[in-house]
Structures are given as structure tokens and as C-alpha cells.
Nanobody
Framework: QVQLVESGGGSVQAGGSLRLSCAAS????????MGWFRQAPGKEREFVAA????????YYADSVKGRFTISRDNAKNTVYLQMNSLKPEDTAVYYCAQRNTRAGHREDYEYPYWGQGTQVTVSS
């Protein structure tokens, strides 16, 4: 079965950087789009970024555009989220997710497979 395991979360001061990784297994990674979502305490889960199967097309939430970069290494079955210029409002549990198609999507219900999440805490 599909397994997604996130890593790289932690605590950082505002203005700092973190790189999240999500290692996938269970099926051919390069055939499917990947996404990153986050959920802050008391808030609904929200879209952060998505990338298509080849890495040629990516999408971002307006709140992270210009600060975050999604990428993938199909040889390593891994998707990344580079987060720069972090703000306290970026504090959340970050989840990676996998679609059943090649194109990325902004809606979480389009992703049937999810990781357990990794905590990111940004202090002011």
C-alpha cells in the first residue's frame, strides 16, 4: 500500500528556513502528482503547494508564493518543500499527499493518500 513519511519539521525563528521531505513507497512515485497541505490549531486544513508527476508544473497558495518551493526527485521517490522567510502564521502540522493522477490539485479531497504530518513551529 502507499506510504508517505514526512520529515524535516521543527522549530525556527521568524525569517528562518526549513526543508520538509516526504518519502513515498508502495507504487510508482513518478506517475502521480504530490501536494503539501497544512493545518494550524483550530483551523481547517489548507493547501500549500502541489507539483505534477514530472515536476514541470507547480502550484502555490497565495500565502506562501515567493517564499516556499515544492520540488520532487523521482529517482529518490521524494517530494520536498523548501520554506524560506518563515512567519509565525506558518506554524502548523504539514502533510504531504499523493493523487491518483499526474496533475496537481489544490483541493485536499483530490488526494486519497496522506502522511502522518510533521510539526513546523515558527516563533516571533
Amino acid at each position: 500500500q502507499v506510504q508517505l513519511v514526512e520529515s524535516g519539521g521543527g522549530s525556527v525563528q521568524a525569517g528562518g528556513s526549513l526543508r520538509l521531505s516526504c518519502a513515498a513507497s508502495g507504487r510508482t512515485f513518478s506517475s502521480y502528482a504530490m501536494g503539501w497541505f497544512r493545518q494550524a490549531p483550530g483551523k481547517e486544513r489548507e493547501f500549500v503547494a502541489a507539483i505534477n508527476w514530472s515536476g514541470g508544473t507547480s502550484y502555490y497558495a497565495d500565502s506562501v508564493k515567493g517564499r516556499f518551493t515544492i520540488s520532487r526527485d523521482n529517482a529518490k521517490n521524494t517530494v520536498y518543500l523548501q520554506m524560506n522567510s518563515l512567519k509565525p502564521e506558518d506554524t502548523a502540522v504539514y502533510y504531504c499527499a499523493q493523487r491518483n493522477t499526474r496533475a496537481g490539485h489544490r483541493e485536499d479531497y483530490e488526494y486519497p493518500y496522506w502522511g502522518q504530518g510533521t510539526q513546523v513551529t515558527v516563533s516571533s
